[in-house]
């Protein structure tokens, strides 16, 4: 089992839709969990961080269920703009390498 | 506050030459990633390094490839003898610690003729 594994994507959604990505990751004792978002030739940037209390950041809601071990991402009302990849991040805090990217899923919102 | 500052943001190699990608961590920050990505494809995890250790190098081909992370200054990923199939974009990420998000560089664009 991979260590992070995401929906394979790609997901085209209309302007306007609401949109689930999800994500799980192999080991337990992980601490940390974040969305990056990555545009075409552009380096990964931070969305939000997962807090086990779930966080929302105006369109954007963030879940994490680890007895499950699963994260996921929620982008209400589409916009064009949000076309990119989206990479769900774990930190294993194991003492090697503990920052963990998923293989990301890309979004086409379209108009 | 500077943000990881990558250099340089292209470089063009010919087969055969050596490729120095340098990175610059946001002040303060001790942990250092970094990653490789082809066209189309996802980050490959290289190395993680912290000041003056590798601390886990399993992404990293056997051969040809080294990085380091010096007391003073940036941390280099160094490729020698470079082949077309190390053409790809180089990031490099930085973390104040263990548990926390990383920033990433603008990343550097190696092409190899």
């Known amino acids: 089992r991979k260590e992070v594994e995401q929906d394979p994507g790609p997901f085209n959604v209309p302007e306007g839709a609401t949109v689930a990505f999800n994500c799980t990751y192999s080991?337990?004792?992980?601490?940390?969990f974040f969305w990056y978002r990555q545009d075409c030739r552009k380096e990964p940037k931070l969305l939000m961080s997962v807090y086990s209390s779930g966080n929302e950041d105006g369109r954007f809601t963030a879940q994490l269920n680890r007895a499950s071990q699963y994260i996921s991402l929620l982008i209400r009302d589409s916009k064009l703009s949000d076309s990119a990849t989206y990479l769900c991040?774990?930190?294993?805090?194991?003492?090697?390498?503990?920052?963990?990217f998923g293989p990301g899923t890309r979004l086409s919102v379209l108009p | 506050n500077a943000g990881v500052m990558q250099n340089p943001r292209h470089l063009v190699r010919r087969r055969g030459q050596e490729a120095r990608l340098r990175c610059s961590p946001m002040?303060?920050?001790?942990?250092v990633y970094w990653y490789r990505q082809l066209p189309e494809e996802g980050l490959k995890f290289m190395v993680y390094l912290q000041k003056e250790n590798i601390i886990d190098e399993s992404g990293m081909p056997k051969e040809r490839f080294s990085a380091e992370f010096p007391k003073e200054g940036p941390s280099i990923l160094r490729i020698q003898q470079v082949v077309r199939g190390d053409s790809a974009a180089y990031f490099c990420a930085s973390l104040p610690g263990q548990n926390t998000e990383a920033f990433f560089g603008q990343g550097t664009r190696l092409t190899v003729v």
């Open positions: 080991n337990s004792a992980s601490q940390s």
């Open positions: 991040v774990v930190n294993m805090n194991n003492y090697g390498q503990n920052f963990v």
């Open positions: 002040k303060g920050h001790s942990h």
